[in-house]
T-cell receptor, first 116, second 112 residues
Framework: KAGVTQTPRYLIKTRGQQVTLSCSPI?????VSWYQQTPGQGLQFLFE???????NKGNFPGRFSGRQFSNSRSEMNVSTLELGDSALYLC???????????????FGAGSRLTVL | SQQGEEDPQALSIQEGENATMNCSYK?????LQWYRQNSGRGLVHLIL?????REKHSGRLRVTLDTSKKSSSLLITASRAADTASYFC????????????FGAGTQVVVTP
C-alpha cells in the first residue's frame, strides 16, 4: 500500500509569509501527527489529529495550526513565518486506536521549509 | 523539549562490528520505540518494546528496557554500511496517540 505522502517536498519562503503543508496518510489510518525537526531542537511534536479533531497539541505558538479532513488527509499552516521556522516538517500516520495497543508511526519523507 | 537523551551522540564503526546506543527518558511510558532516519528523510520504525517487557529481538536488532532506570538500549549486530543512519528512541505515553517524545538521536556511521 502507498506510504505517507507529503507535499511539497521543498519550499522557500520569506519572513512574514505563510505556508501550508499537506499530508496524505496511509489508507485506513485515521491519526495524523506533525513534527518539526531542527538541528538545534531535534524532533518536536506539533499536534495530532484523529477523525478531524485535534487530540494532542505540543508547545508551539498559535502561528502553527492544522486541520484534518474527512478523508484523513491533513494540512498544517504556519503564518507570519520567522527565520527559526526553517525546518524539516514531518507528518506521520497511525491507526490511532487501542486496537494495536501502541502508537507506531509511519512517517512521510518530510517537507523541508527554508525561511529567508 | 526532548524527552530523553541518547548516548553516544555519534558512533563510527566498521562493517561486521556491533553498534550499541543508549537512551534515557524522564516520564512513565507505555512503550519505547526506536526509529531510523537516513540523511534528513522520514523516520522508519524499527522496533517497539512495551513497558512490561525487558528484552526484544528483531533480526539483527536487540532492544532492552529498564523501567526502574528509565533507560533503553539498542544493539545492532554485524553492522552493514546500509545501517549508516541516525537512530532515535521515542517514548510512547499512555493515551497520547500520535505523540511520541523523541531523544536527540545517535548518528551511526558504518565504514565498509
Amino acid at each position: 500500500k502507498a506510504g505517507v505522502t507529503q507535499t511539497p517536498r521543498y519550499l522557500i519562503k520569506t519572513r512574514g509569509q505563510q505556508v501550508t503543508l499537506s499530508c496524505s496518510p496511509i489508507s485506513g489510518h485515521r491519526s495524523v501527527s506533525w513534527y518539526q525537526q531542527t538541528p538545534g531542537q531535534g524532533l518536536q511534536f506539533l499536534f495530532e489529529y484523529f477523525s478531524e479533531t485535534q487530540r494532542n497539541k505540543g508547545n508551539f505558538p498559535g502561528r502553527f495550526s492544522g486541520r484534518q479532513f474527512s478523508n484523513s488527509r491533513s494540512e498544517m499552516n504556519v503564518s507570519t513565518l520567522e527565520l527559526g521556522d526553517s525546518a524539516l516538517y514531518l507528518c506521520a500516520s497511525s491507526l490511532g486506536t487501542t486496537l494495536s495497543g501502541a502508537n507506531v508511526l509511519t512517517f512521510g519523507a518530510g517537507s523541508r521549509l527554508t525561511v529567508l | 523539549s526532548q524527552q530523553g537523551e541518547e548516548d553516544p551522540q555519534a558512533l563510527s564503526i566498521q562493517e561486521g562490528e556491533n553498534a550499541t546506543m543508549n537512551c534515557s527518558y524522564k516520564t512513565s511510558i507505555n512503550n519505547l520505540q526506536w526509529y531510523r532516519q537516513n540523511s534528513g528523510r522520514g523516520l522508519v520504525h524499527l522496533i517497539l518494546i512495551r513497558s512490561n517487557e525487558r528484552e526484544k529481538h528483531s533480526g539483527r536488532l536487540r532492544v532492552t528496557l529498564d523501567t526502574s532506570k528509565k533507560s533503553s538500549s539498542l544493539l545492532i549486530t554485524a553492522s552493514r554500511a546500509a545501517d549508516t543512519a541516525s537512530y532515535f528512541c521515542a517514548s510512547g505515553l499512555t493515551d497520547s496517540w500520535g505523540k511520541l517524545q523523541f531523544g536527540a538521536g545517535t548518528q551511526v556511521v558504518v565504514t565498509p
